[in-house]
T-cell receptor
Framework: NAGVMQNPRHLVRRRGQEARLRCSPM?????VYWYRQLPEEGLKFMVY????????ESGMPKERFSAEFPKEGPSILRIQQVVRGDSAAYFC??????????????????FGPGTRLLVL | TQLLEQSPQFLSIQEGENLTVYCNSS?????LQWYRQEPGEGPVLLVT?????EVKKLKRLTFQFGDARKDSSLHITAAQPGDTGLYLC?????????????FGTGTRLTVIP
């Protein structure tokens, strides 16, 4: 049973270009989370998606960043007009069910190996 | 913004020594996870604790969740070089029902042979 897959593992872009990061969740998982890890910092939540729906994007920068999780295919994190400050490791995690305080249960999130984005 | 603070930030010890890493927050979480992250890889889940006061053991690792579910500790007995890595605590969901994990600042452990 393959784990969470992310590609590319490394991505180099020049300022102003677009970056597309892909995430294939574990088989049977329909919930995807994206996190960003800046150098020497902890992971910060960006967005939570379920198939074809954005559930929570409270951690996404207001501009240039977007995410989708189509019915078919991987989840995509898209960064337009990249700047040097976007250089970071971007991690995707998946879970079989969503997180819910009402259920008082944190579903285990399984992380991918990450995509390291370097903006020159 | 929820903040989980970990201490110490860096720890370098000799093989065979014991150590404890702390994770503290001002917020209450329904559960708390500990992850270990190797360079160039994603975090790998070690344990989830859900009940205040809960203690879980994983071989030489002992995890404890505070009674008030705001803090946790990770104790490693007889550390080995293979324990070297970045240890992260993460809490969620919080009282607002947020769907994501809130990660701590991390403890970078180096075990010297």
């Amino acid at each position: 049973n393959a784990g969470v897959m992310q590609n590319p593992r490394h991505l180099v872009r020049r300022r102003g270009q677009e970056a597309r990061l892909r995430c294939s969740p574990m088989k049977g998982h329909s919930h995807v989370y994206w996190y960003r890890q800046l150098p020497e910092e902890g992971l910060k939540f960006m967005v939570y998606l379920q198939k074809e729906n954005i559930i929570d994007e409270s951690g996404m920068p207001k501009e240039r960043f977007s995410a989708e999780f189509p019915k078919e295919g991987p989840s995509i994190l898209r960064i337009q007009q990249v700047v040097r400050g976007d250089s970071a490791a971007y991690f995707c995690a998946s879970s079989p069910l969503g997180t819910s305080a009402r259920r008082n249960k944190q579903e285990t999130q399984y992380f991918g190996p990450g995509t390291r984005l370097l903006v020159l | 913004t929820q903040l989980l603070e970990q201490s110490p930030q860096f720890l370098s010890i000799q093989e065979g020594e014991n150590l404890t890493v702390y994770c503290n927050s001002s917020s209450v979480f329904s559960s708390l996870q500990w992850y270990r992250q190797e360079p160039g890889e994603g975090p790998v889940l070690l344990v989830t604790v859900v009940t205040g006061g809960e203690v879980k053991k994983l071989k030489r690792l002992t995890f404890q969740f505070g009674d008030a579910r705001k803090d946790s500790s990770l104790h490693i007995t007889a550390a080995q070089p293979g324990d070297t890595g970045l240890y992260l605590c993460a809490g969620g969901p919080d009282q607002t029902g947020a769907n994501n994990l809130f990660f701590g600042t991390g403890t970078r452990l180096t075990v010297i042979p």
